[in-house]
């Protein structure tokens, strides 16, 4: 059975940094592309920052997401937070297709939560 268990949410002021983790079981993580989505209060699910099965990290604007083949575990750096960054923040796992359509996504974390107070 597959599991992506996100870490490292909380509350952070703004201007602040946070790392989310997710560590991966039940998978062969090194054959899928990681990414991370978010859904904030009232809005839809949108997809933040993806690295492909064979990067090492990628960065998007404030946001570096980076993956350690041997600990499962895919990482997202969040710096210089805004307000609007606060959200559920969610792993995802795919192996098909080169964009991120949620309906790509083979398996999604259950979401933790980050608020960032102004």
């Known amino acids: 059975q597959v599991h992506l268990m996100e870490s490292g949410g909380g509350l952070v002021q703004a201007g602040g940094s946070l790392r989310l983790s997710c560590a991966a079981s039940?998978?062969?993580?090194?054959?899928?592309?990681m990414g991370w989505f978010r859904q904030a209060p009232g809005k839809e699910r949108e997809f933040v920052v993806g690295?492909?099965?064979d990067y090492a990290d990628s960065v998007q604007g404030r946001f570096t997401i980076s993956r350690d083949n041997a600990k499962n575990t895919v990482y997202l750096q969040m710096n210089s937070l805004k307000s609007e960054d606060t959200a559920a923040y969610y792993c995802?796992?795919?192996?098909?297709?080169?964009?991120?359509?949620?309906?790509?996504?083979?398996?999604w974390g259950q979401g933790i939560q980050v608020t960032v107070s102004s």
């Open positions: 690295i492909r099965w």
């Open positions: 995802a796992a795919k192996t098909r297709g080169t964009h991120w359509y949620e309906d790509e996504v083979d398996y």
């Open positions: 039940g998978l062969t993580f090194r054959k899928y592309d």
